[in-house]
Nanobody, 114 residues
Framework: QVQFVESGGGVVQPGGSLRLSCAASGFTFSNYGMRWYRQAPGKERELVATISSGGGSTSYVDSVKGRFTISRDNAKNTMYQQMNNLKPEDTAVYYC???????WGQGTQVTVSS
């Protein structure tokens, strides 16, 4: 059974940092590209970042370039997202998952507020 569990969200002041984790199970993690999405209140889900199966290729939405870093540890079946210089507009529920597998986690809340 494919499963994703996000963690690491919380409340942080503008300019602060958080590191999200995504623990995967139920499939061969190293064979699949992965994604982080986010959904803010009243808005559609937005693709934030992608990473290839081996981790050598990444992409980001323009609004987070230079601030967010996606990475993965295939030995630990875990994906990460380091988020620096957070802004109030980054406030959202962050989800991880695989488009190919069509499966996503339950999300972790990130709130950026002074």
């Amino acid at each position: 059974q494919v499963q994703f569990v996000e963690s690491g969200g919380g409340v942080v002041q503008p300019g602060g940092s958080l590191r999200l984790s995504c623990a995967a199970s139920g499939f061969t993690f190293s064979n699949y590209g992965m994604r982080w999405y986010r959904q803010a209140p009243g808005k559609e889900r937005e693709l934030v970042a992608t990473i290839s199966s081996g981790g050598g290729s990444t992409s980001y939405v323009d609004s987070v370039k230079g601030r967010f870093t996606i990475s993965r540890d295939n030995a630990k079946n875990t994906m990460y997202q380091q988020m620096n210089n957070l802004k109030p507009e980054d406030t959202a529920v962050y989800y991880c998952g695989s488009l190919t597998l069509g499966s996503w986690g339950q999300g972790t809340q990130v709130t950026v507020s002074s």
